[in-house]
Structure formats: structure tokens, C-alpha cells
């Protein structure tokens, strides 16, 4: 089945406890994106990235890293998590990287993060 | 610059009559489209796109939204709400050839009254 796995699900953390956020993708998609939902804004854009090795910022981006080693995984990890960081992430795939526009997107089930 | 404004934050109907939620968006150059919706404790998922073909576009669901560039909106309809519609509705701009210049609106969540 194709999809897009993220892990945890759920999490509750302490601040300054390092922690990583998986997703991987089964549908050898080019493109793959971070993205936090908060009340009232929508989602948000944290990193982004257009193929192996090739990442870029988005809107959000302080207090993330991100890498792409592989095609089909892209961790989003929060090295030293602040209370300002709980949000609801999802992190989305594309077959289109460079167009997106005859594309969609292709998102996981979400991770609920609390940091305390 | 792209943005996308949603202008309902919530909108409730009644089981069986028409849905109309509003989406308005700003683009300096001919943008994509989209509408996803987000059921509860769940993913995104594609409704429907506009990518400069037709107008007015369907989508699953006996969704349908019309992209008027005169009135830069991008209304998302349904003839005849069903309970199973209840959730959050995201319309989404994005530009061409960039694929990260993805913006999202801040949502519409839609109610469904017995």
C-alpha cells in the first residue's frame, strides 16, 4: 500500500531532550516536506526537500533540522525542544518535486508532540 | 507573493443542503489550486486541484470549486452535505514551478447538523 509513515504518533518530551520525528515513504517519491499545524494558522512549511542530499528551508525552520540520506526517508529532528515546538506535524510527500502544481501532495497520519 | 486566505473559520449546514466554503488567494503569476481535507486525528488528502485547464474543477465526493481570476477566489461547493463531510478543509496555492512556495490557508472547519 502506498503511504507515507511517520513515528511516534505521540509524544511527550521534556525541553532540551533531543528528539527525532521519522517519515518514510514507500512511493519513491522526488520531493518531501515538514510541516506543523497549529490552531488558527493552518500548516506551515518547516523544511522542505527537492531530492537526495537537497534540503531547504521553509517558513518555520528555527529549532528543526532535517536530513535526506535516502529517497524514501526524511527525519525531522529537534535537538534541544522547547514548549513553543508542541504542534501536531505532518510531514508530506511528491512525485513532482520542481512542479508541483500537477502533483499533490501525499501526507502521513500526524505526530503529536507535547514538550513540557 | 503568494498568499491564501480562507474566510470562514467555521461553517455549519444541515444534513442535505448546499456547502460553501470561501478561499481567496493572492498570486503574482498563474497559481495551482487545491483543496485537501483533514478528517479528525487524520492526514490530508487531495479533494481536488486546478492547474490552468478547466475552470471549474470536481473532485471526489461530488466536490466541486470554481477558480475565478477576475474575483482571484477559489470557492470549494457541494450540491448536498453529508454527515461524513464533517471535518477541516484547507485550500492551498501554490506556484509554478516551485515547489516550495506551497502555502496553506489557515482551514475552514465544516459541521454537519442532523
Known amino acids: 500500500e502506498a503511504q507515507v509513515t511517520q513515528n511516534p504518533r505521540y509524544l511527550i518530551t521534556v525541553t532540551g531532550k533531543k528528539l527525532t520525528v521519522t517519515c518514510s515513504q514507500n512511493?519513491?517519491?522526488?520531493?518531501m516536506s515538514w510541516y506543523r499545524q497549529d490552531p488558527g494558522l493552518g500548516l506551515r512549511q518547516i523544511y522542505y526537500?527537492?531530492?537526495?542530499?537537497?534540503?531547504d528551508k521553509g517558513d518555520v525552520p528555527e529549532g528543526y533540522k532535517v536530513s535526506r540520506k535516502e529517497k524514501r526517508n526524511f527525519p525531522l529532528i529537534l535537538e534541544s525542544p522547547s514548549p513553543n515546538q508542541t504542534s501536531l506535524y505532518f510531514c508530506a510527500s511528491s512525485p513532482t518535486g520542481g512542479v508541483v502544481s500537477t502533483g499533490e501532495l501525499f501526507f502521513g497520519e500526524g505526530s503529536r508532540l507535547t514538550v513540557l | 507573493a503568494q498568499s491564501v486566505t480562507q474566510l470562514d473559520s467555521h461553517v455549519s449546514v444541515s444534513e442535505g443542503t448546499p456547502v460553501l466554503l470561501r478561499c481567496n488567494y493572492s498570486?503574482?503569476?498563474?497559481?495551482?489550486l487545491f483543496w485537501y481535507v483533514q478528517h479528525p486525528n487524520k492526514g490530508l488528502q487531495l479533494l481536488l486541484k486546478?492547474?490552468?485547464?478547466?475552470?471549474l474543477v470536481k473532485g471526489i465526493n461530488g466536490f466541486e470549486a470554481e477558480f475565478k481570476k477576475s474575483e482571484t477566489s477559489f470557492h470549494l461547493t457541494k450540491p448536498s452535505a453529508h454527515m461524513s463531510d464533517a471535518a477541516e478543509y484547507f485550500c492551498v496555492v501554490s506556484g509554478w514551478g516551485s515547489a516550495s512556495k506551497i502555502i496553506f490557508g489557515s482551514g475552514t472547519r465544516l459541521s454537519i447538523r442532523p
Open positions: 486546478y492547474t490552468s485547464a478547466a475552470t
Open positions: 512511493m519513491n517519491h522526488e520531493y
Open positions: 526537500s527537492m531530492n537526495v542530499e537537497v534540503t
Open positions: 498570486s503574482s503569476y498563474s497559481p495551482s
